[in-house]
């Protein structure tokens, strides 16, 4: 995450059982949301803050902000493709895509 509103890698392919860590390194407060929607229907729904839905996330952007330096992690175990954003810049088209093979 950047001072650019970008997930920086904006796409990543890794296998089924690796673990990505998110690293806030601007000085502004981001999220990592999956959209529940955009993600494999047998797969563990993830957010910073620990959320379990979309919709919980959304309304507790604050919970979820990750403030400089900051990480978050989640482990990809089913194989597909997960879409996600950060809601407060989400207008600002910061999303990101990880696939897992």
Known sequence: MNEDFEFDPKT???SA???VRWV???DVGHTVTAYEDRIPTQA???ASGGFESERSARNDVSGGLLATG???EHTFDVTGTYEYVCIPHESS???GTVTVE
């Open 44 to 46: 563990v729904y993830f």
């Open 93 to 95: 088209g910061m999303t």
């Open 24 to 26: 806030n390194d601007s």
């Open 17 to 19: 059982g690796t673990t």
């Open 70 to 72: 900051d990480t978050y």
């Open 12 to 14: 990543l392919t890794v």
